[in-house]
């Protein structure tokens, strides 16, 4: 932040973690109960509407995004606060946009099931498979932000989703009380 912004009243949250693990369910549920208005960007869907990608590789069936276009369409609302980042990678997210960073874990076998029905292709299913027994994501966000805003959450269930939503709002009110807004 640069030192004449005006202070947030509301945080960014970043929901990250495999494709399938819950992010996006669980980043509209926290849309909705939010204690102050949260803006839900998937990130994803960002790059696809906005065109911020150089290429799309057929193979994969996905998207080689244009870092630095979406680091420039997202800096105003990352930066002024109340918006949640859902997206499969944080690392690309400078430190002073986050006050939170959820990453969501779920077990492979299920992982696995989520992604076939999304019909992705096998090799696919298989990378990202992979990255979440190697809790890829995690590391990445261990080794990118302050481990006191880093929290890993389980995603296998509705109960998880409501505990893990719950918890998200108890964070948001503290965040607030901190800091008198
Ligand atoms: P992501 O945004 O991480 O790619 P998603 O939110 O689209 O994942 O979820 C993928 C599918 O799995 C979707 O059908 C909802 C389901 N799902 C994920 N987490 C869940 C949870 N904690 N409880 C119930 N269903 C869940």
């Known amino acids: 932040m640069s030192l004449d912004s005006p202070p947030k009243s509301s945080p960014t949250i970043i929901i990250t973690g495999t494709p399938g693990?819950?992010?996006?369910?669980h980043a509209q549920l926290l849309a909705q109960?939010?204690?102050v208005p949260l803006k839900h960007?998937?990130?994803g869907e960002w790059v696809k509407e906005k065109g911020l990608y150089?290429?799309?590789d057929q193979d994969w069936q996905s998207y080689e995004v244009d870092e630095d276009k979406l680091l420039d369409e997202l800096e105003p609302l990352a930066s002024a606060g109340g918006v949640i980042l859902d997206w499969h990678t944080c690392e690309i997210f400078p430190e002073r946009w986050a006050d939170l960073v959820v990453v969501l874990r779920c077990d492979h076998t299920k992982l696995w099931e989520r992604l076939e029905n999304r019909?992705?292709?096998l090799k696919k299913i298989q990378e990202n498979n992979e990255a979440e027994i190697m809790q890829v994501v995690?590391?990445?966000a261990r080794s990118s932000y302050e481990s006191e805003i880093v929290v890993e959450l389980?995603?296998?269930?509705?109960?998880d989703l409501e505990s893990n939503v719950a918890r998200i709002v108890q964070w948001i009110e503290a965040w607030r009380k901190?800091?008198?807004v």
């Open 41 to 43: 960007i998937n990130v």
């Open 154 to 159: 389980q995603s296998e269930g509705t109960e």
């Open 178 to 180: 901190d800091r008198d």
């Open 54 to 56: 150089e290429t799309f």
């Open 119 to 121: 019909g992705y292709p």
């Open 138 to 140: 995690l590391e990445e």
């Open 21 to 25: 693990v819950g992010k996006s369910t």
């Open 33 to 35: 109960e939010s204690p």
